[in-house]
């Protein structure tokens, strides 16, 4: 079955792109997307343009989605279509997705970059710039027909059954391919996965036996040494034992010498926000705690790791982990007198009002605090 896809998302979210991207891969079936199909000097515009040609458009729908002038210009090309109910397949990012104000949070964000754009234009014309107004007049047009349609675009998702991201994964995306009509189509790695199986049966029966009697190493593909990789987990177990007191005084809150050198080795195998998710049900305020006592330098560090790294720990388990690192950065923020480390903590808040409502007020409340 020959299935035209475009894939439609926010730069902010290609790791999510790229899931699907490869879910529809092993269906045998390579979405249209930008970053492998827009070509050389092609018009941006004239790209997005093709996905009225494609037979479905799959929406990673997020809150940058939603505010993204080319993502919600792809988005009114579909609309465009007579039936184009049947043709879009929404992924959900939102956590919030269904509730009732959402419609008129997103109403008033287009209307402020209305506003903004209307006084950029403005503010040239009476600079004597009004020969150059071209494109942004262009662009305030693009801004009106999406604030007067997002409502409506809005209620009508809601209206519908959708599933959300962290859903479609688990299942890999087989509800989107149920209705596209590929749910009783025996996709490529699975036939790829049967050939191999096959041939380690094979190898199996025929294996010669002199190998009995000798010890068990990892010998996957990933091993560099096996008999390396071995020893190498030795280690970090006994590691991870001999730190057990330490483990406990951190989720207390004690901080000394020896949970300091916990906290960098956590840092150092880049697990520390695992360990925040582990243990923030119930111990994220001593976390936040013994944060808040370290030296500048470590405290620094720990706030570097957990702004590279809260994302991916975070993963698709759930968009509530994002409450951890979002809590913890307002302590160490509210806390803290240091500007870098301020600054640090900003942009971790910043990132999980992303995903988490709640966290947009409190952006509100700090950029005011810069000017009170």
């Known amino acids: 079955m020959n299935k035209k896809i475009f894939l439609s998302y926010c730069q902010k979210n290609k790791e999510e792109a790229n899931s699907v991207d490869i879910a529809f891969k092993e269906k045998g079936i390579i979405p249209t997307r930008d970053e492998r199909d827009l070509k050389y000097k092609q018009s941006l515009e004239e790209f997005m343009k093709q996905i009225r040609e494609h037979d479905f458009a799959l929406l990673l729908i997020s809150h940058d989605y939603l505010l993204s002038e080319n993502c919600m210009y792809e988005l009114l090309q579909v609309l465009k279509e007579k039936e184009y109910q049947k043709k879009i397949l929404p992924l959900i990012l939102i956590d919030n997705f269904f509730d009732s104000t959402l419609k008129i949070s997103y109403i008033k964000k287009w209307v402020e970059k209305i506003n903004q754009l209307e006084q950029e234009i403005k503010n040239m014309v009476e600079n004597g710039m009004s020969a150059h107004i071209s494109e942004e007049s262009k662009k305030l047009k693009k801004y009106k027909s999406i604030e007067n349609e997002i409502g409506e675009i809005i209620t009508n998702l809601q209206k519908c059954k959708m599933i959300t991201f962290i859903e479609g ?43 009995i009697g000798m010890p068990k190493v990892d010998i996957s593909f990933r091993a560099r040494n096996p008999v390396k990789v071995v020893k190498e987990k030795e280690e970090i177990k006994k590691k991870g034992t001999e730190f057990g007191n330490e483990r406990e005084k951190f989720k207390k809150g004690i901080v000394d010498d020896g949970v300091v050198g916990y906290i960098e080795e956590l840092i150092n195998r880049n697990i520390l926000c695992k360990f925040i998710i582990k243990y923030g049900d119930d111990y994220l305020k001593n976390i936040s705690l013994a944060i808040i006592k370290l030296e500048k330098d470590i405290q620094k560090k720990v706030m570097i790791n957990v702004l590279n790294n809260h994302e991916s720990a975070t993963g698709y388990n759930g968009w509530s982990n994002y409450d951890f690192f979002g809590t913890f950065s307002i302590n160490i923020y509210e806390s803290s007198n240091d500007a870098e480390i301020k600054e640090l903590s900003y942009q971790i808040i910043k990132n999980c009002a992303r995903y988490r409502q709640q966290f947009e007020y409190t952006l509100e409340c700090l950029e005011a605090d810069k000017y009170l």
């Open 169 to 211: 994964e688990k299942c890999n995306f087989e509800t989107i391919f149920a209705e596209i009509g590929l749910n009783t189509e025996k996709n490529i790695l699975q036939n790829g996965r049967e050939e191999l199986q096959k041939t380690s049966d094979l190898f199996s029966e025929n294996k010669l036996k002199t190998n």
